[in-house]
């Protein structure tokens, strides 16, 4: 055994490190960025969860409930209030996903608070996510005990100025569950779907399509009559077509393997393609767009993993959105991701139907169109 | 349009600078149609630039290019309909069969299914690629890999053929079989054919006419035998001779157009303007004083006698570009 021979090997590979940025890069931001992305995506506090509020009451007492309700909301902005006139169109929104919840104060809560007779408040909760849903109740059970504390048992109508000790409540909150229990692995399934996509869209869009390019195939293809637009749409719906492969067998094992319900609804199915098929589309586009002038083949390798923490971690796929810091929320908004887990777990958990899912198609569909014509500008179709 | 009928390619002042370098400086010359025609020069001389700007894969800075009667710049689409081009580097998808690299091809330029059922078999058989059809390029030799790339590069029936470094990183044999069918192309009427080599012995036997290039220009431009004529050397005549008298190296001296005698451990080389005249001459001498001639050879003028005449270079085989492409990732 010579020493020499082993420093050979190791200066030959410190300069190969060295003169690789990708490499280095994606060796010193990736650690980093997990470690900042993961830290605030997991366990944050929940803020600005959309509740609907609809007063049916409209009387002293109504409002008095409100104001507490909103002091509470003013406070750690946990919530945000949507007033709504109707029960019905609070519940239309509900089951859409634009509100979380729904506090619902009936017609005749001031009559039962006088005459003493458990003035009931509804709390209808859209209980799939289960972070989200643990926070609201909290908040909503504190706010009730409150009230009741305030108010006196012995002479209905009247208030007292001294708050009593706990009584049996005077106000019942009567909490309302959408759905049946989510567990964590239904939670989760959404991201998983997503993640197929967009392992397909790496290693076809990125991986694939660079190392193509650096075995100098694609020089094959530029030397013919082809068109930059024809090649890169080519290169784009055959991606979307990987994807969305990857993402329907996903759906189904991971479905049953997560024990969705109806799993088999054709409707909701068809459902399911469209949203796999936009999200692809947006995917691939993606990738290509920051792939479209690299050619060496290790950079997609090495921001492989920088992407992925960049990409799944703030999408809501493991833990709502409502918890990120601003600039993690920010990265949210850009994110295909966001818009494909929050497509898929209201198709897979709340089973909503087009009008749950449309908003993220279009926006999907949009991001898609933008990126594949910053695509066919910045592709070089010379060499 | 200035391209004519006799014309398959006309460059004009074609130049191409990369940064401050170079590559190609304002070089013109014309290839008529019909013609095979070398582009000879070391690597990094600017044959592949010279080569990627006729083919529209590479902008030019400056000049022009009419390829096939259409312009490189303003009509490239008309260019790439016209031509069929064989990269240096391997092009066809390993992962995909012979007959589905053809089809590919001959999709993106728009043969019809009917076209492509007659064509595609015809051209495997004439590269001798048909017991391989359906087999992975993957598991091919370097030199089926390049036949099959010759013939996709004649699926749509191309009128002018350009090839860089059809044989290079290719063994003795699988060369011999390119040119083959390199023949085989330059006779099939009308088709021109532009290459660029580094091998002597290649230009030499494939092409009608042979530009040399060197460090971005054009030195030399004509026949393989006018350019051999026209390096002002020198034939070798090599011989062994038994016992010859002193004054031998004299009396050599003293034949027409010879310029030096010299002689080494028994081999004489006699360095002439004509090599015949001088071993008749000395077949003549030889025989009248006696001396008795063990062997004799002459070695005329050769390509490489042409190219060190003209780049004050020999031309090396140096480690093709196509491979540094490859790995070029690793050595950043």
């Given amino acids: 055994m010579k020493l020499q021979r082993i420093f050979a090997i190791i200066e030959r590979d410190m300069r190969k490190f060295l003169r690789s940025p990708a490499l280095m890069m994606s060796s010193m931001i990736f650690p980093l960025m997990q470690l900042i992305v993961l830290g605030y995506a997991f366990g944050g506090k929940i803020k600005g969860i959309k509740i609907a509020v609809v007063d049916e009451d409209r009387t002293a007492y109504s409002r008095d409930l409100r104001e507490r309700f909103d002091a509470i909301v003013a406070g750690p902005q946990t919530m945000q209030v949507e007033n709504y006139n109707s029960i019905s169109d609070a519940t239309i929104d509900l089951r859409a996903g634009f509100v979380r919840a729904i506090v619902y104060i009936p017609v005749d809560y001031s009559r039962r608070v006088n005459q003493g007779n458990r003035p009931r408040i509804a709390f209808i909760e859209d209980n799939t996510d289960n972070f989200v849903t643990s926070e609201i109740l909290t908040r909503m059970q504190d706010l009730v005990k409150d009230i009741n504390q305030g108010l006196n048992p012995f002479q209905p109508g009247q208030r007292l100025t001294v708050p009593l000790p706990r009584l049996n409540p005077l106000v019942d909150l009567q909490v309302v569950e959408l759905y049946p229990y989510v567990e964590y692995i239904k939670y989760l399934l959404s991201g998983s779907i997503a993640m197929s996509v967009f392992i397909v869209a790496m290693i076809g869009g990125g991986i694939t399509f660079i190392d193509d390019k650096s075995r100098g195939l694609h020089e094959g293809y530029l030397v013919t009559p082809i068109t930059k637009t024809e090649l890169i749409l080519g290169l784009i719906l055959s991606g979307a077509i990987k994807g969305m492969m990857a993402g329907t067998t996903i759906t189904v094992i991971g479905g049953l393997i997560a024990g969705i319900d109806r799993l088999w609804d054709p409707v909701r199915l068809f459902y399911l393609l469209i949203v796999l098929g936009t999200t692809s589309v947006a995917m691939i586009s993606f990738m290509f767009l920051l792939m479209v002038r690299v050619s060496d083949p290790l950079v997609p390798r090495a921001i492989f993993g920088v992407l992925n923490t960049l990409l799944y971690f703030p999408s809501g796929a493991i833990y709502p959105v409502e918890g990120f810091p601003v600039w993690l929320r920010g990265i949210s908004y850009i994110d295909p991701f966001t818009y494909a887990v929050h497509a898929l777990k209201a198709l897979l958990l709340k089973n909503t139907g087009f009008q749950g899912i449309y908003s993220d198609i279009l926006i999907l569909s949009g991001f898609s169109i933008v990126l594949v014509a910053l695509s066919v500008a910045f592709f070089k179709r010379q060499i | ?332």
């Fill in chain 2, 1 to 332: 349009m200035t391209a004519t009928e006799t014309n398959a390619i006309e460059v004009t002042k074609l130049k191409k600078q990369f940064g401050d370098f170079v590559a190609v400086k304002e070089v013109s010359f014309t290839v008529r149609t019909g013609e095979v025609f070398g582009l000879l020069g070391p690597n990094g001389a600017g044959k592949t630039t010279l080569i990627r700007m006729m083919t529209t894969l590479t902008p030019p800075t400056s000049g022009a290019a009419e390829v096939g009667g259409h312009n490189v710049v303003t009509d490239a689409d008309g260019v790439r309909h016209a031509i069929g081009v064989i990269p240096q580097a391997l092009t066809s998808d390993p992962e995909l069969t012979a007959r589905e690299n053809m089809t590919i091809h001959a999709k993106l330029y728009g043969l019809t299914s009917a076209e492509r059922a007659r064509l595609i078999p015809q051209l495997l058989e004439s590269v001798g690629l048909t017991e391989f059809a359906d087999k992975l390029v993957g598991s091919f030799s370097g030199g089926m890999r390049r036949r099959l790339e010759i013939a996709r590069g004649l699926v749509h029936s191309p009128k002018i053929m350009f090839l860089d470094e059809p044989t290079t990183g290719l063994d003795p044999v699988s060369r011999t079989a390119v040119w083959e069918m390199i023949t085989k192309l330059k006779e099939s009427a009308g088709l021109t054919i532009l290459l660029t080599t580094h091998y002597m012995d290649e230009a030499d036997k494939l092409c009608d006419r042979i530009a040399i290039v060197d460090h971005g220009t054009l030195v030399a431009l004509d026949t393989p035998a006018q350019l051999k004529d026209s390096v002002p050397t020198v034939d070798i005549v090599e011989a062994e001779f038994d016992h010859p008298p002193a004054d031998w190296k004299a009396t050599l001296e003293k034949f027409g157009g010879v310029a030096s005698v010299t002689e080494h451990e028994g081999i004489w080389h006699i360095s002439t303007t004509n090599g015949p005249t001088t071993v008749r001459e000395l077949m003549d001498t030889a025989r009248d004083r006696g001396v008795n001639v063990r062997r004799v050879s002459v070695q005329g003028t050769t390509l490489d006698d042409v190219f060190l005449y003209y780049t004050g270079r020999q031309l090396r085989d140096e480690a093709s570009d196509s491979v540094k492409r490859d790995v070029s990732h690793l050595y950043k």
